[in-house]
């Protein structure tokens, strides 16, 4: 029997993990004005860079770029940015039910 193993690269995800991040910030504070390092005279809105970025990140993926894991950038993308858009607000101000019954579950530190 064949077990299928899967390698990845550790590199992949960290930039997906990145990508969440700035999915999150880019979508929370739209207005937010961004620039590049070594091209301090070119701004740009938070809002305009996460849309560029996961359009060039679905480019790479359709038209099989391989220079970059587009893949793992856009889950990362989509990631932080359901978790602007929903995740605050259904799952992490209703955590209290589920840490009471860890808590109950767990029982006292003694």
């Avoid at 969440?20 to 070594?38: E, F, R």
Wanted: charged fraction near 15%; include cysteine.
């Amino acid at each position: 029997m064949l077990i299928p193993i899967i390698f990845f690269d550790i590199s992949q995800l960290f930039s997906g993990a990145i990508m969440a991040i700035l999915g999150y910030v880019c979508t929370q504070y739209p207005d937010t004005k961004l620039g590049i390092i070594l091209l301090p005279f070119l701004t740009f809105s938070a809002g305009t860079a996460i849309k560029v970025i996961v359009g060039l990140d679905t480019a790479g993926v359709l038209l099989g770029w391989k220079i970059f894991d587009h893949a793992a950038h856009l889950g990362g993308a989509a990631c932080g940015i359901g978790w602007a858009y929903w995740g605050n607000e259904r799952l992490w101000q209703k955590r209290d039910p589920i840490l009471q019954y860890w808590h109950e579950f767990r029982g006292s530190i003694k």
